[in-house]
Structure formats: structure tokens, C-alpha cells
């Protein structure tokens, strides 16, 4: 009965920006650790920012400065807010909802972002 549904993605220039979000269900959300991976052809998975029950944030050095991950509890909703992008970030971006005490994930279907030079 879980699902984390993504929406957002589409075609952008470079320089361009896009705002993602993922609606999660049948989780307790607010306890949860929520974040955003992508996933370009041909290379792995890679974490680009998460946000924990506390609010606290981490991105990876790619997207700093340029991407912010934030959380709605009451809406049961995470969001990136993409800007200034460039080609490199074009990928499918995936939702991930981590709950470490039972070592649990779930995970969206995806949404592809698309960067045009």
C-alpha cells in the first residue's frame, strides 16, 4: 500500500530551472528520511539531496548551490527545487523514503528530467 509518485520532470535549457515533487502514502511520513536520487543512462544510481525527520539536509557536491530538498509533513510531500541546470543532471529522478530503524525503503517509479544544451 505504499507509493511515493513523483512528478515535475520534463525538457529544460541549460541554465533553466524545475521543481520536483514526490507524494508519499501509506507511510508515517513525518518519521521517515526522504531523498532524491537519479540515475543517467549508463551510470548508477547516485544520491543527490536527502532530508531527515529533523529537517537536516545533505546534497551531494553536484548539486549545491544550485538544488534545495524540503519537506511538507502535512501534505506528506517532498520537493527539489532545481535550478541553474545543466546538461549533466539530465536523468531519471527517483523518490526514496528510508526509515533506519527497520532498515526500510521505499522507492518511486521515477520522473525524467531532460537538460537540452
Known amino acids: 500500500q505504499v507509493q511515493l509518485v513523483e512528478s515535475g520532470g520534463g525538457l529544460v535549457q541549460v541554465g533553466g530551472s524545475l521543481r520536483l515533487s514526490c507524494a508519499a502514502s501509506?507511510?508515517?511520513?513525518?518519521?521517515?528520511?526522504m531523498a532524491w536520487y537519479r540515475q543517467a543512462p549508463g551510470k548508477q544510481r547516485e544520491l543527490v539531496a536527502s532530508?531527515?525527520?529533523?529537517?537536516?539536509?545533505n546534497y551531494a557536491d553536484s548539486a549545491k548551490g544550485r538544488f534545495t530538498i524540503s519537506r511538507d509533513n502535512a501534505k506528506n510531500t517532498v520537493i527539489l527545487q532545481m535550478n541553474t541546470l545543466k546538461p549533466e543532471d539530465t536523468a531519471v529522478y527517483y523518490c526514496?523514503?528510508?526509515?533506519?530503524?527497520?532498515?526500510?525503503?521505499?522507492w518511486g517509479k521515477g520522473t525524467l528530467v531532460t537538460v537540452s544544451s
Open positions: 526514496n523514503a528510508h526509515f533506519s530503524s527497520f532498515s526500510t525503503d521505499f
Open positions: 501509506g507511510i508515517m511520513f513525518r518519521i521517515y528520511t
Open positions: 532530508i531527515n525527520s529533523g529537517e537536516s539536509t
